[in-house]
Nanobody
Framework: QVQLVESGGGLVQAGGSLRLSCVAS????????MGWHRQAPGKQRELVAG???????NYADSVKGRFTISQDNAKNTVYLQMDSLKPEDTAVYYC??????????WGQGTQVTVSS
């Protein structure tokens, strides 16, 4: 089983930046992909960015060119660098990990609020 703890959310003005961190513990060697998802009030949770164990990345069209996902394997940490933030990026951001057993783990979420 994998445990995930996010940090780094907060309130920022439009055009600003934030960096989210997600520290993984537990069965880390079984993780095949990690990602950041977000859920705004009244909306479904959506994938924002993902990264595989070998470093392949993918992004939602709405964040391409503004967000960057990266990982530090030595620290068991995945980051989401968010630049040029927009009010529509306001949401609770969740870290997710999928293992080779196809089990999915979620963090508790961190709030990101972008003011106009």
């Amino acid at each position: 089983q994998v445990q995930l703890v996010e940090s780094g959310g907060g309130l920022v003005q439009a055009g600003g930046s934030l960096r989210l961190s997600c520290v993984a513990s537990g069965s880390i060697s079984s993780i095949i992909t990690m990602g950041w998802h977000r859920q705004a009030p009244g909306k479904q949770r959506e994938l924002v960015a993902g990264i595989s164990s070998v470093g392949n990345t993918n992004y939602a069209d709405s964040v391409k060119g503004r967000f960057t996902i990266s990982q530090d394997n030595a620290k068991n940490t995945v980051y989401l660098q968010m630049d040029s933030l927009k009010p529509e990026d306001t949401a609770v951001y969740y870290c997710n990990a999928v293992t080779s057993y196809l089990r999915s783990s979620w963090g508790q979420g961190t709030q990101v609020t972008v003011s106009s």
